[in-house]
């Protein structure tokens, strides 16, 4: 039998209201409206497309607060918005290990098995868009800033460089990083984390040193 996983966030420590998420493995579910009768949104799971998630810092002098936010969308462009903030650093842990839950949560419920088809579709000769990035049998295709527009630039699989870091991902070429390259939030990008994961797993099976 499937289990739904419920939690319950309070949006600040000025909303007393405590609201209703609910996690499945058919759907997802969050009461992020103000509505009487129909506060929440809620998608099957086969109608998630992407999802992006950061945090947001809040400073003068020192941080007093943060707004964490998971942002889920689905085909037809609807997005179910989590977001909470803690601040002056009150629940300051618990807050973020609830962060740190939902995330790990929509990546094991929605998400990791959208990166393995993505990763079949590949070994089977398909091309697709994760994001705005290009992904085929030949390489990536990337913009990248050229003085006044961007630029599409194809990355061959043999040149395509990718590391990881706290808040993006960065893309490039191998051979000339400083003219080919893009980063990539995973707060203001869509599906960053599945796009990592996808070009990494390409890589490692290609044996494509990208140090």
């Known amino acids: 039998m499937k289990t739904e996983q419920r939690l319950t966030i309070k949006r600040s420590f000025l909303d007393n209201y405590k609201r209703e998420l609910h996690l499945h493995s058919d759907f997802i579910k969050f009461e992020d409206k103000d509505l009487v009768n129909d506060g929440f949104t809620s998608f099957k799971a086969n109608e998630i497309k992407e999802f992006s998630y950061g945090m947001t810092l809040y400073q003068h002098y020192f941080v007093f607060g943060r707004e964490y936010q998971i942002l889920i969308r689905n085909f037809d462009g609807k997005t179910l918005k989590i977001k909470f903030t803690s601040y002056f650093g009150i629940k ?3 807050v973020h290990e609830l962060y740190s839950e939902i995330i790990n949560s929509v990546w094991d419920l929605y998400f990791k098995e959208k990166t393995m088809a993505f990763i079949r579709d590949f070994e089977k000769g398909e091309s697709f868009y994760i994001g705005d990035v290009v992904v085929n049998p030949e390489g990536v295709i990337i913009e990248v800033s050229k003085l006044l527009k961007q630029e599409k630039k194809l990355i061959l699989w043999n040149d395509v460089g990718i590391r990881k870091f706290t808040t993006y991902i960065s893309i490039y070429s191998i051979e000339n990083p400083l003219d080919f ?19 990494k797993n390409i890589i490692a099976n290609k044996n494509i040193k990208n140090d």
């Open 92 to 94: 300051k842990n618990k």
């Open 181 to 199: 390259n893009r980063g990539y939030s995973y707060k203001e990008d869509w599906n960053t984390f599945v796009l990592y994961n996808v070009i």
